[in-house]
């Protein structure tokens, strides 16, 4: 659609994944609204448009993520703040040291004054400090990566270690975004089990829904069934209900289970019990008999659970913020041990609940994936867009992740804590190195052993504090 508007003739299914990121198209008829960026999958619909342009809710998203852009902190070079007031020190101590060799050094005072002070600058060189950072965090990005996460600002891996919260999407990141067959039931009532299989192939085979595609994959895995499509006839598509149609005479219904009551079929309270917990159901009915019931839900991501237990190992919260229905986001957030679970959330909720968590001083991951994701993804410290999401989000996220795989912020946060532990080693070694050495080049061991470190060893050994400054870094490629 190429802007907002009304429906104010016909009906059909829309793909609203970019909008809302769910990716079930919904049904919709006159008097709906229907968005800039949805896609009318089946149907016929005539719209009036009822926003100017500039204003879609298309618009509105991408204001979010300029404002979110222009909220981002800048990022903190420690290694630049330590070097503006190291030099400094390092010109006062070494003009000292030149003083005292000029005022109380044997002859020739001027020589000795002018080699210990050189040796001062050279041997302090800030070489090793400025390479502490870069160095480690060159290596840690090319480690992330190698593990299929592209980490696209460093100080990602500064923040990682202040994370308090995190807030999932629910669809494509917790979940899979592809519905699984659940539960598979027969009744038995006028039809063997190889014949209600095989009249339900024949009749899903002729839909692109989602839903349908699921069912079909499920059959051809798991049950033998016969070739009935060409013996299906006055096949019909109910928009946003199921299917109708005759075999040998008899009427054949499928959908979902307001479709069958609407037919005047009765599919009993059992059939409305299978819904609990977010499931959908499906009901097969043969001659106004309900033969099948085949309950489908949402599959969690394999490595899901996994992650929620490793973050909130580490006292952190986790957060479901989905534009899905009530029950399907508790179910979700109960299976999984989610802390808070928020349904039914529009992007600029999103959006809002991530600057209000901000505003309490909380450090916030937001993990999704579709336009709809993308104001937050950009708001939050850190935004880990998913590796198949849109285009949109993957520019907004701090970190994407490759091949849709959400398991992979456990291996983010090791490497992320490995890399700061480097720097932080670089940082200690090089101050180590200037604490101990800045002084015996300045001449404090010419009373005890009457010898000074020549300019020449002083370059040598800050050539090797660079060196293993770098060394120290390199080791980030083997660690496990």
């Known amino acids: 659609m190429p802007a907002d508007s009304q429906i104010i003739e016909g009906e059909g299914s829309f793909d609203e994944s970019s909008i809302t990121g769910e990716s079930i198209p919904i049904h919709k008829s006159k008097n709906h609204n229907i968005y800039a960026g949805s896609i009318n999958t089946t149907g016929y619909i005539k719209a009036q448009i009822n926003t100017s342009p500039g204003n879609s809710v298309l618009d509105n998203i991408i204001k979010l993520i300029q404002q979110a852009q222009g909220k981002k902190p800048s990022i903190q070079n420690l290694a630049d703040l330590i070097s503006s007031y190291f030099v400094p020190v390092v010109l006062v101590i070494a003009a000292v040291t030149f003083i005292v060799w000029m005022l109380w050094g044997p002859q020739p005072q001027f020589n000795y004054a002018l080699l210990t002070s050189i040796s001062v600058l050279v041997i302090a060189c800030p070489c090793a400090i400025g390479l502490a950072t870069p160095t480690a965090i060159t290596v840690g990005l090319g480690k992330t990566a190698s593990n299929g996460i592209l980490v696209k600002t460093p100080d990602v891996f500064e923040n990682l270690g202040n994370n308090t919260d995190i807030v999932f999407d629910k669809t494509g990141t917790l979940t899979e975004g592809k519905f699984e067959v659940a539960d598979f039931k027969f009744s038995g009532k006028k039809l063997e089990k190889q014949k209600v299989v095989s009249l339900i192939y024949a009749l899903e085979k002729k839909s692109t829904h989602?839903?349908?595609?699921?069912i079909v994959k499920f059959i051809e895995q798991e049950y033998d069934f016969d070739n009935?499509?060409?013996?299906?006839?006055?096949?019909?598509?109910?928009?946003?209900?199921g299917m109708k149609a005759k075999y040998n005479g008899k009427q054949l219904l499928i959908g979902n289970l307001e479709f069958l009551k609407q037919s005047g079929i009765d599919v009993g309270?059992?059939?409305?019990?299978?819904?609990?917990?977010?499931?959908?159901?499906v009901a097969f009915a043969y001659n106004d008999d309900v033969e099948s019931l085949i309950v489908l839900e949402d599959k969690i991501n394999?490595?899901?659970?996994?992650?929620?237990?490793f973050v909130k190992s580490k006292g952190i919260k986790t957060w479901i913020a989905s534009g899905d229905n009530d029950e399907v986001v508790q179910n979700v957030a109960d299976r999984l041990g989610v802390d808070f679970a928020y349904s039914k959330m529009l992007p600029d909720q999103k959006y809002d609940k991530i600057a209000k968590l901000q505003k309490e001083g909380k450090k916030v991951m937001m993990v999704g994936d579709g336009i709809n994701d993308s104001p937050s993804l950009t708001l939050a410290d850190i935004g880990v867009a998913m590796g198949s999401g849109s285009?949109?989000?993957?520019t907004s996220g701090d970190v994407v992740l490759l091949g849709n795989n959400v398991g992979k912020i456990k291996k983010l946060f090791e490497d992320g804590k490995k890399t700061l532990r480097v720097?932080?080693?670089?940082?200690?070694?090089?101050?180590?190195?200037n604490i101990i050495l800045i002084p015996v080049a300045g001449g404090v061991i010419y009373p005890i052993w009457g010898v000074i470190l020549n300019p020449l060893f002083a370059g040598l050994a800050m050539a090797l504090s660079s060196i293993s400054v770098v060394l120290n870094s390199l080791r980030l490629k083997i660690m496990k």
């Open 210 to 214: 989602p839903i349908a595609e699921s």
């Open 302 to 309: 394999e490595q899901s659970k996994e992650l929620i237990e």
């Open 391 to 394: 285009d949109i989000a993957l």
């Open 269 to 281: 309270q059992d059939a409305y019990n299978l819904r609990n917990g977010g499931r959908t159901v």
């Open 423 to 433: 720097i932080y080693q670089n940082f200690f070694w090089a101050f180590l190195y």
């Open 228 to 241: 009935l499509q060409d013996e299906i006839q006055d096949f019909k598509n109910i928009q946003g209900m």
